[in-house]
């Protein structure tokens, strides 16, 4: 998940953004604007679009992404071979493994040519997707209906102060990457907490009855250590001060009907790759903590080391 790390999508129902805003939130964008914005792409995507080697004499039925900008943003990470097109080039093409398969039955496939219509397209690069895909760099004058930002280490809020003239508040959805990496880093501590809730209970039994005040001492401090390397969250989940109780209940429903829009709508590749390691990370700690929760307190608390050598001998 650290692909998607200070990456924000904000994605509309209708084709309104254009290569122009963007170029001109660049001439004009301050000092600030400049440092804390890295990188911003606008796409759209079609199905069922028919991509051709005409050498061979195949086809393939593809979903074609449309960029204006780095492409990297809309499938992070996911480049495997050659290199990502740029804005200059009106040519090049980049496939998924899957189509490259389907058109040369090979991934050595960097310079062929493919076809669109009356296009032709050199490819230039392979991505380890799901699915048949191919992404080029949209025409002049075209329009977006998704734009995914970089700005690592910067809270949505100036995010979307910064890009005022370009955003369509309170219209779509958005995915806010930064939420779901440090909810995926609360999960895979999971097992740290389990852990740490068996040995607490062990120094509990182990020591005499007049040092077991001991014991919260202890806990306290593991608690705090490990609220100290798992929660990192912007500066938006901080309230100015800590009387105002609304704040967090106000957060928390916020937040889940933006997963609620987000999950309800299409999701794009760097949303699905997120949400489905979130999924994957929930579930193996889960299990983990389920077993050491189970088997750790069998082990501590019911069973000398005389009995476990025996059990494990039978």
Not at 121 to 147: A, H, N, P
Not at 164 to 180: C, F, N, P, T
């Amino acid at each position: 998940m650290a692909e998607i790390e200070g990456q924000s999508g904000f994605y509309y129902t209708e084709h309104a953004l254009a290569r122009e805003q963007t170029k001109k939130f660049w001439e004009n964008a301050s000092d600030d604007a400049r440092r804390e914005i890295r990188d911003i792409t606008l796409f759209r995507e079609s199905g069922g679009k028919r991509l051709e080697n005409r050498d061979l004499n195949r086809e393939s039925k593809v979903k074609l992404v449309e960029t204006a900008g780095n492409m990297n943003l809309v499938t992070p990470g996911r480049l495997m071979a050659g290199a990502y097109v740029t804005d200059s080039d009106a040519k090049g093409c980049v496939i998924s493994k899957k189509t490259a398969d389907s058109l040369f039955g090979s991934l050595e496939v960097t310079g062929e040519q493919v076809a669109m219509g009356k296009n032709t397209y050199f490819v230039r690069g392979i991505v380890d997707t799901e699915g048949e895909l191919c992404m080029i760099q949209g025409e002049k004058g075209r329009t977006y209906s998704c734009i995914r930002i970089e700005a690592p280490g910067i809270p949505l809020s100036v995010v979307r102060r910064r890009l005022a003239g370009i955003l369509m508040e309170g219209k779509g959805w958005i995915s806010e990457g930064d939420l779901y990496l440090g909810i995926g880093r609360i999960l895979l501590y999971l097992p740290l907490w389990a852990v740490l809730f068996i040995l607490l209970s062990r120094i509990r039994e182990m020591l005499p009855e007049i040092l077991r005040f001991m014991t919260p001492v202890a806990g306290f401090a593991g608690v705090c250590a490990l609220l100290l390397i798992s929660l990192r969250f912007s500066d938006d989940y901080v309230p100015n001060s800590w009387s105002d109780f609304p704040f967090f209940t106000q957060l928390v429903e916020e937040k889940k009907q933006a997963f609620l829009a987000l999950i309800n709508h299409p999701l794009y590749y760097a949303d699905a790759q997120m949400l489905g390691c979130l999924a994957g990370i929930l579930a193996a700690t889960s299990a983990i903590c389920g077993i050491l929760i189970k088997y750790g307190s069998v082990v501590v608390f019911n069973k000398s080391s005389c009995e476990i050598a025996e059990d494990l001998q039978s």
